[in-house]
């Protein structure tokens, strides 16, 4: 019994060392690698409630603006069109009705609210799923903060993603605040890179693109955010 447990201490300890983010600089190369902690990065995945958030984040896209009028808000004149008999046609009123082109619509959409909801700790918690699954696959890349400094060229960035072949891939880089520096001028033309701030970070986008790029000052500020009671 005691080698068992003493076992699943090691393999326990063993998956803490595996949650490591490899960090690179500008030439493409592994300069050293961080450690991802635990309680953000390793939480236990909950596909279900990651579907739930993200069906819940795409209702409430929905404007809900879609209008058509019915023939008592059609403009146009109230005059009966012909006479009641003796026409052998059918019985109609002004032209306004739904059966004439230009007339009201009957049954069709109206102002409405398609607004759902999800609690604010469980929004935090499936953040930290969608987090913990980055990591899990290993899709998690750190960045020195030199990044910041390089120069403000579409082909440097290019260059650099060419080099760890993530050029055709859907790429989430967070910043701890979205100013304009070299690295967000760097990297605005190229089409498959969505750079957000800190604050702007869900689940959706996290579950939306394949790879996510920090800085190292950002893992820091991700530590403070997220290590938090929730």
């Not at 059609?74 to 008999?85: L, N």
């Not at 903060?145 to 403000?152: A, L, M, Q, T, Y």
């Amino acid at each position: 019994m005691e080698t068992k447990v003493k076992e699943k201490k090691i393999e326990e300890k063993s998956d803490k060392k595996a949650l490591m983010m490899p960090v690179y600089d500008i030439e493409g190369k592994e300069t050293k690698t961080l450690d991802l902690p635990q309680e953000i990065f390793g939480v236990k995945i909950n596909n279900k409630q990651i579907a739930q958030y993200i069906r819940i984040y795409l209702i409430n896209q929905r404007q809900g603006t879609a209008s058509t009028k019915t023939r008592s808000e059609v403009v146009g004149s109230t005059r009966k069109i012909y006479k009641q008999k003796g026409t052998g046609k059918a019985r109609h009123g002004d032209i306004k009705a739904p059966i004439f082109v230009g007339g009201g619509v009957t049954g069709g959409p109206k102002p409405r609210n398609f607004e759902a909801n999800m609690n604010k700790k469980m929004r935090k918690q499936v953040i930290l799923m969608a987090l913990s699954l980055k990591a899990s696959e290993k899709n998690i890349i750190g960045l020195e903060d030199s990044f910041v400094k390089i120069e403000p060229k579409t082909k440097v960035m290019a260059d650099f993603l060419k080099k760890l072949s993530l050029l055709k891939t859907k790429i989430l880089i967070v910043l701890t605040k979205l100013e304009k520096n070299n690295l967000n001028l760097a990297l605005r033309n190229l089409p498959l890179v969505k750079v957000v701030q800190l604050d702007e970070i869900n689940s959706f986008l996290l579950m939306k693109n394949t790879k996510l790029l920090l800085l190292e000052s950002t893992l820091k500020n991700i530590k403070l955010r997220f290590e938090k009671k929730i």
